[in-house]
T-cell receptor, first 114, second 113 residues
Framework: AQSVTQLDSQVPVFEEAPVELRCNYS??????LFWYVQYPNQGLQLLLK??????LVESINGFEAEFNKSQTSFHLRKPSVHISDTAEYFC????????????FGTGTRLKVLA | GAGVSQSPSNKVTEKGKDVELRCDPI?????LYWYRQRLGQGLEFLIY????????KSGLPSDRFSAERTGESVSTLTIQRTQQEDSAVYLC???????????FGEGSRLTVL
């Protein structure tokens, strides 16, 4: 069985400061990892994904995440956040364990303060 | 349609009634997922359909919950004898392939009085 742990339920950070949202996973099979974002009053949308290849993946709005197999982590980082980054961020994992169901973490609410 | 469509967007029902929630995935998407999101909580996996394969029902919380999908088209999630703890937003997502990006609908907000 697969699982995802997001250790921080809420992360307040000042504008232009760096941020790291933590995600750890558990799986007995090869994994594919994702970060989804849910802006206030909007639906979930993909932020970035790791399928294979380079372990460092980036999004178009400056976020990056690194797949670390030895630490079973996929932490999300941004060197300088904006007010508009305020949202809930969900880490997700899938991999073939009979089926390809996606398992989501409980989410981290990022609040960027002026 | 251009995106995943869910209906109704809001449903208020009395405890004990049955409800049906509908999901219309993006055309051509073979994978379809249902999740439940309780207030302030994460996404709880309910069920996964992939093409004509048998669905993965491992997340359905009780036998009051069931879902159907005909081929690669519309899916219906049915909750029988609703309870107050069923109150949540029910999200549907579809994907073109098994490890592809999930496209989410806006959700169906269910309130059980």
């Amino acid at each position: 069985a697969q699982s995802v742990t997001q250790l921080d339920s809420q992360v307040p950070v000042f504008e232009e400061a760096p941020v790291e949202l933590r995600c750890n996973y558990s799986s007995s099979v090869s994994v594919y990892l994702f970060w989804y974002v849910q802006y206030p009053n909007q639906g979930l949308q993909l932020l970035l994904k790791y399928l294979s290849g380079s372990t460092l993946v980036e999004s178009i709005n400056g976020f990056e995440a690194e797949f670390n197999k030895s630490q079973t982590s996929f932490h999300l980082r941004k060197p300088s956040v904006h007010i508009s980054d305020t949202a809930e961020y969900f880490c997700a994992v899938t991999g073939f364990s009979g089926t390809y169901k996606y398992i989501f973490g409980t989410g981290t609410r990022l609040k960027v303060l002026a | 349609g251009a995106g995943v469509s869910q209906s109704p967007s809001n449903k208020v029902t009395e405890k004990g009634k049955d409800v049906e929630l509908r999901c219309d995935p993006i055309s051509g998407h073979t994978a379809l997922y249902w999740y439940r999101q309780r207030l302030g909580q994460g996404l709880e996996f309910l069920i996964y359909f992939q093409g004509n394969s048998a669905p993965d029902k491992s997340g359905l919380p009780s036998d009051r919950f069931s879902a159907e999908r005909t081929g690669e088209s519309v899916s219906t999630l049915t909750i029988q004898r609703t309870q107050q703890e069923d109150s949540a937003v029910y999200l549907c997502a579809s994907s073109f392939r098994q490890t592809g990006e999930l496209f989410f609908g806006e959700g169906s907000r269910l309130t059980v009085l």
